[in-house]
């Protein structure tokens, strides 16, 4: 116990000197759960990931349509704003990106509402999928998700608060506008951003 602390608080240290700990955040060597609600089964007979609204080519994909697209592997940090941030974790899975290729939003998308499981939304601004490290994760360190982080398949969004990295994800949906999602609604800030300690909106 003695020695896990010290090595907690070292590695902390090491993350704050490197510049890598938002402000008001701690580190943590394991991996909470954190979700509003139940775990939710995976049946892969009927789930589906649907990518609709303002897009040129919507798409439904099934669950091996959606296991043969492309793949890449990431490593990034995690930042809860329940003040926990989880490092170096080493992600897997359908790169954004090429999601965004294939679908080609309109013009005058500029917002994205992620839906999941049991009617959990977050709300993202298109620029912040569009970039290298944003992907919809199957594998973390090597192994499936396990259900309680998000199995089959989860948004990883490292820059924003992880509130917006949603577990059990099933959908993105392309808005011209901003449209607040689960906890969005319940008091946590619109953006979300660590570095700014965005945690809650006014
Ligand atoms: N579907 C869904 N995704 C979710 C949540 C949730 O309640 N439902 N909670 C979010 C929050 S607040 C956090 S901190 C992370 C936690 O991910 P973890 O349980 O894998 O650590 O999941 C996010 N994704
Ligand atoms: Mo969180």
Same mark, same amino acid.
């Given at each position: 116990m003695l020695f896990e602390g010290n090595e907690r608080r070292e590695k902390e240290r090491a993350m704050k000197a490197a510049g890598r700990l938002p402000p008001g955040q701690s580190l943590t060597l394991k991996w909470p759960v954190l979700h509003y609600g139940s775990v939710p089964r995976f049946d892969p007979e009927r789930w589906d990931f649907r990518v609709y609204g303002m897009v040129a080519i919507p798409e439904r994909w099934s669950w091996p349509e959606f296991a043969k697209l492309p793949r890449v592997e990431t490593q990034s940090d995690f930042h809860c704003v329940t003040r926990w941030s989880r490092f170096d974790n080493r992600w897997s899975g359908v790169p954004m990106r090429e999601i965004l290729k294939i679908v080609q939003p309109l /013009? &005058?998308? !500029?917002f994205v509402l992620v839906h999941a499981e049991q009617g959990y939304t977050a709300n993202v601004p298109l620029a912040d999928l *569009? !970039? *290298? &490290? #944003?992907l919809i994760a199957t594998h973390h360190d090597g192994e499936p998700l396990s259900p309680d982080h998000g199995y089959p398949a989860r948004l990883i #969004? /490292?820059?924003?608060?992880?509130? +917006?990295?949603? +577990?059990?994800v099933r959908g993105l949906e392309f808005l011209d506008r901003d449209a607040a999602g689960f906890w969005e609604r319940n008091g946590y800030h619109m953006y979300g951003d660590p570095w700014k300690e965005e945690r809650h909106s006014l």
């Open positions: /013009p &005058e998308a !500029r *569009d !970039r *290298d &490290e #944003v #969004v /490292p820059h924003l608060y992880a509130w +917006k990295s949603v +577990k059990w």
